[in-house]
């Protein structure tokens, strides 16, 4: 039998090889070292004997050792070498007894590489086993200002409350936002039966996805995965029956508008280290307020979408020189594709200026809008700088919230309140995503993106 299954894997060795060679990358496992430095590698910390996702094991620490094998880890030598002989036999061990002993594994932005049990992986990954205990070093994330780098940082935390290792997402902030949509806070540790309840949803929508000819990427799932329990509501996903999720997968998803929210202080990932196309994929940005002009302008340049503003308690300039191509949305209410954003900008005040208001100022500016939003039957999103009373303010007058916006939204409801103002370096405790009486609250300081 381990002869047969030597052949089958070689198979499907030889079958990756030549894809990866037509799509002109390497053939073999992914070298760590050529991935990170000595210095990261010397850093590594012991996180001990885990039990790690076969699918996230991805190469080798050494690049030399791992030409015997295709880059799914199946077995390219030849079937009459010393090393089939070795993969047969444990082939039959773990046939007969199953493979017991760990491997040694490095781990890099929750990717993962072999120090040793090269065959052990290649082995379970033929008989597609879903994980493999293992002692793993991890590896220190480099602060390089790529979206890698965020991905992986704000994953860190979520493992931490939650203890899953194979839930990732395109964009950092969705991992807080998947916490806010279970009902949970920030920080809040996942119990037993939570964490079972979400991987029995989990393992129907993967595989019913699967099933559909959807599946890409691991993110790619995820993503999808989320904007599902936005539309149906987790509750809802994670009490239905195997058939009733079935079919709440194959219906119709509303695409969703991808928002990138702006506040305060540039972002070095959409500013110093933007790349061409970064900004291709939002359909609209809103910037909230103590933003520089030329920072704003070059948004409305590089991004394909309208770039819509509000003044901050800092941007008395833009009274005068407003940034040029970009959308003022101060005491009005701008239709977008068939969202309704409505804009009040300015700071409780503090201090004499421009863009700084009493909290009967703010109101009577609120009222200023019911016209506005009675024409447009409504509104989705409301922008400020400020943000609401006792919703991310200080008791400090300068940071103190407008109970306006609270009457604001009790009336109208918006589906999103993001506000700036309130930097996420003032405290630990400060959420980049919240809810207030059935509105999600993002405070948008230096960047958020998020889907309506």
């Known amino acids: 039998m381990s002869e047969l299954d030597y052949r089958e894997a070689q198979k499907l060795a030889t079958r990756e090889y030549k894809k990866a060679i037509a799509r002109g990358e390497s053939p073999y496992p992914i070298g760590l070292e050529n991935i990170v430095s000595s210095g990261q590698m010397s850093a590594g910390r012991n996180l001990g004997l885990e039990q790690i996702p076969l699918a996230l094991v991805v190469g080798t620490k050494h690049e030399g050792r791992n030409n015997a094998f295709a880059r799914n880890f199946m077995p390219l030598l030849s079937r009459s070498s010393e ?29 993962f590489y072999v120090e040793e049990g090269n065959k052990r992986v290649s082995v379970l990954k033929y008989f597609e086993a879903d994980s493999i205990d293992a002692y793993v070093t991890r590896i220190p994330s480099a602060q390089d200002g790529t979206l890698e780098a965020e991905r992986y940082e704000a994953f860190l935390p979520f493992y931490q409350w939650s203890g899953l290792r194979t839930v990732e997402f395109s964009e950092p902030e969705s991992y807080a936002h998947l916490q806010m949509l279970m009902g949970k806070s920030p920080g809040e540790v996942w119990t037993e039966e939570e964490r079972k ?13 699967e099933s559909l000819g959807k599946m890409k990427t691991l993110r790619i799932l995820c993503d999808d995965m989320l904007s599902f329990i936005e539309q149906h509501g987790y509750r809802k996903v994670c009490e239905a029956s ?9 219906q119709p998803v509303r695409k969703p508008m991808k928002i990138l929210a702006l506040a305060d202080d540039e972002s070095k990932y959409y500013y110093d280290h933007y790349t061409p196309g970064k900004l291709d994929d939002f359909d609209l940005i809103l910037a909230c307020g103590d933003l520089h002009k030329v920072y704003l302008e070059f948004l409305t340049t590089m991004a394909p979408c309208p770039v819509l503003y509000v003044r901050g308690n800092h941007d008395d300039m833009l009274n005068e020189d407003p940034p040029g191509g970009c959308i003022c949305i101060e005491d009005t209410v701008f239709e977008y594709k068939g969202l309704r954003v409505a804009g009040l900008g300015g700071s409780f005040k503090y201090r004499e200026g ?3 208001f009493t909290e009967a100022e703010m109101e009577k500016r609120a009222r200023k809008l019911e016209k506005a939003i009675r024409k447009h039957g409504g509104v989705d999103v409301l922008v400020t700088h400020a943000p609401a009373r006792g ?11 407008f109970e306006a916006f609270n009457r604001f939204i009790t009336k109208h409801h918006p589906a999103y309140f993001v506000h700036g103002h309130i930097h ?11 809810e207030w009486n059935g509105t999600t609250v993002i405070n948008a300081y230096e960047h958020c993106v998020f889907q309506i």
């Open 83 to 111: 090393f089939a002989e070795k993969w047969r036999t444990l082939c039959s061990a773990h046939l007969s007894e199953g493979i017991r002993e760990p491997v040694k594994l490095y781990e890099y932005r929750n990717r």
């Open 197 to 209: 309840d979400f991987l029995s949803f989990y393992y129907y929508f993967h595989k019913e996805y």
């Open 391 to 401: 919703v991310n303010d200080f008791d400090s007058i300068s940071h103190r919230g």
């Open 354 to 356: 421009r863009n700084t």
């Open 424 to 434: 996420k370096n003032y405290g630990i405790h400060i959420p980049q995503r919240s």
């Open 242 to 250: 195997p058939l009733q999720l079935k079919e709440l997968i194959r």
